[in-house]
T-cell receptor
Framework: SQQGEEDPQALSIQEGENATMNCSYK?????LQWYRQNSGRGLVHLIL?????REKHSGRLRVTLDTSKKSSSLLITASRAADTASYFC?????????????FGKGTRLSVIA | NAGVTQTPKFRVLKTGQSMTLLCAQD?????MYWYRQDPGMGLRLIHY???????AKGEVPDGYNVSRLKKQNFLLGLESAAPSQTSVYFC?????????????FGPGTRLTVL
């Protein structure tokens, strides 16, 4: 029951460039979260955006939410090699049944120094 | 605080063997979760718990059982391991309902079933 789907699947950029990842979902949500996963590690929460919010910032991260298009984007500005990781969106689909939070398949970001 | 810890970090089983994965959290969180992560599949919820003594099925519960006898611990059991259960297993916890709160993840257990 995949709800969120990230795009692109993989992204490779030079250090200092901006990275944009997108998440599309299928059904109405209350909130959307973004997580980061470094290779071989557990996920780390980045940011939560509520359905009544359109934009949220945290340091070099900027998240937008467009509920009319059922999509969200994560922008990392001035990327660093340490930003190399996989990024996942997670949604609380209203009709998610037995899955309180559904994760997408992720975007693999490589930042080249 | 150690956060969320998982034991063991790695394990190799033969088909049909059983094992228990242990998750422990020291944040006094009410909610705990077990996920599996397979290449190209993202994270899928196996079972979760909304408090001590409670468990509920997630998206892919078949072949697994869980118990939450103590608030800080959440155990995941495989009674008869199958090669399809080869995966990386993550435990997570949150204080509030998952859609409104941060989930804290453990470092994962890499399980191989031969």
């Amino acid at each position: 029951s995949q709800q969120g789907e990230e795009d692109p699947q993989a992204l490779s950029i030079q250090e200092g460039e901006n990275a944009t990842m997108n998440c599309s979902y299928k059904t109405s949500i209350n909130n959307l979260q973004w997580y980061r996963q470094n290779s071989g590690r557990g996920l780390v929460h980045l940011i939560l955006i509520r359905s009544n919010e359109r934009e949220k910032h945290s340091g070099r991260l900027r998240v937008t939410l467009d509920t009319s298009k059922k999509s969200s984007s994560l922008l990392i500005t001035a990327s660093r090699a340490a930003d190399t990781a996989s990024y996942f969106c997670a949604t609380d689909a209203v009709n998610s049944g037995n899955t309180p939070l559904v994760f997408g398949k992720g975007t693999r970001l490589s930042v080249i120094a | 605080n150690a956060g969320v810890t998982q034991t063991p970090k790695f394990r190799v089983l033969k088909t049909g063997q059983s094992m228990t994965l242990l998750c422990a959290q020291d944040m006094n969180h009410e909610y705990m979760y077990w996920y599996r992560q397979d290449p190209g599949m993202g994270l899928r919820l196996i079972h979760y718990s909304v408090g001590e003594g409670t468990t509920a099925k997630g998206e892919v519960p078949d072949g697994y059982n869980v118990s939450r006898l103590k608030k800080q611990n959440f155990l995941l059991g495989l009674e008869s391991a199958a090669p399809s259960q080869t995966s990386v297993y993550f435990c997570a916890s949150s204080q509030l309902y998952p859609s409104t709160d941060t989930q804290y993840f453990g470092p994962g257990t890499r399980l191989t079933v031969l």
